[in-house]
């Protein structure tokens, strides 16, 4: 597997995710993920809230976010952010 991506930390390489991922459907980004870590699909409370997601990589650092336009959001204690590479 030379050369393949190794997602550690997904808030630390969520530029490079992003980049990796561009012009790729919500669909196919959430598969890819699931291919590097497990996904978990997150419950809803409220009609109008968008679906959000837990990332447990293989070294078990979890990032919980939900993804707007190619953007990954990241939700934290009392925060949402980007960590855009822009």
């Known amino acids: 597997m030379s050369g393949a991506f190794q997602l550690i930390d997904l808030v630390s390489q969520a530029g490079a995710v992003r980049s990796l991922l561009a012009g790729k459907?919500?669909?196919e980004r959430l598969a890819w993920l699931s291919g590097h870590g497990r996904l978990d699909i997150?419950?809803?409370?409220?009609?109008e809230?968008?679906?959000s997601y837990r990332f447990?990589?293989?070294l078990g650092r979890?990032?919980?976010f939900f993804l707007d336009g190619s953007r990954f959001v990241f939700v934290?204690?009392?925060t949402t952010f980007t960590a855009d590479d822009e």
């Open 25 to 27: 459907t919500d669909s």
């Open 42 to 47: 997150l419950p809803t409370t409220q009609p």
């Open 49 to 51: 809230e968008k679906q």
């Open 56 to 58: 447990t990589s293989a």
């Open 62 to 64: 979890e990032a919980i």
């Open 76 to 78: 934290g204690d009392h």
